[in-house]
């Protein structure tokens, strides 16, 4: 497929908001310790800016669940390839995320750790959300950006692996 990539929110927006999402979840956990559990891969990149800006005690743990596969639309079918290292019993949890379209790979990790983990609290951070994709009703505390429905890539988001290292997001445009 042939296609072409846009700018769609600059570098400079995006360490903005970063900076701006950071002091929202410190001040919801003052006195904290949170543990940030970034959805690989796609969050590896938002995640680790963002703990670098939080100014509270922060442990890292990564999960790795799949949705799409080398597709760029959302199958539906949630899998966990990776859990977690960590045990989260007790702990304040918070959900670090690339991108939210459908809801259905959030709602399946929420539900998995409410129902599973045993946590304290747990609350979900996202870079990009798309609404218009939604297909089930998920609370997201911390969003980046809305975007629109399209194909979006940079900053950990990626088109068949590529593009996870743009400082910024871009649309692709099939041509």
Do not use: W
């Not at 989260?88 to 709602?107: A, N, S």
């Amino acid at each position: 497929m042939k296609y072409r990539i846009e700018n769609l929110i600059d570098k400079e927006a995006v360490e903005k908001r970063i900076k701006e999402l950071a002091r929202q979840i410190e001040k919801d956990y003052v006195g904290e310790e949170i543990y940030c559990v970034g959805l690989l891969k796609g969050s590896v990149i938002f995640l680790s800016d963002l703990v670098k800006e939080l100014n509270i005690p922060v442990i890292i743990d990564f999960m790795s669940v799949s949705s799409y596969g080398s597709e760029t639309v959302s199958s539906g079918d949630v899998k966990i390839l990776k859990d977690t290292d960590l045990d989260l019993r007790g702990k304040h949890v918070l959900i670090v995320e690339d991108i939210i379209d459908t809801g259905l790979t959030l709602e399946y990790v929420i539900k998995y750790f409410k129902e599973g983990k045993g946590v304290k609290s747990l609350r979900t951070c996202t870079l990009l959300n798309k609404p218009e994709r939604r297909k089930v009703d998920v609370k997201v505390d911390y969003i980046g950006f809305d975007v629109p429905d399209k194909f979006v890539i940079g900053y950990g988001l990626d088109y068949d692996q590529k593009y996870r290292n743009l400082p910024y997001i871009a649309v692709v445009i099939p041509e």
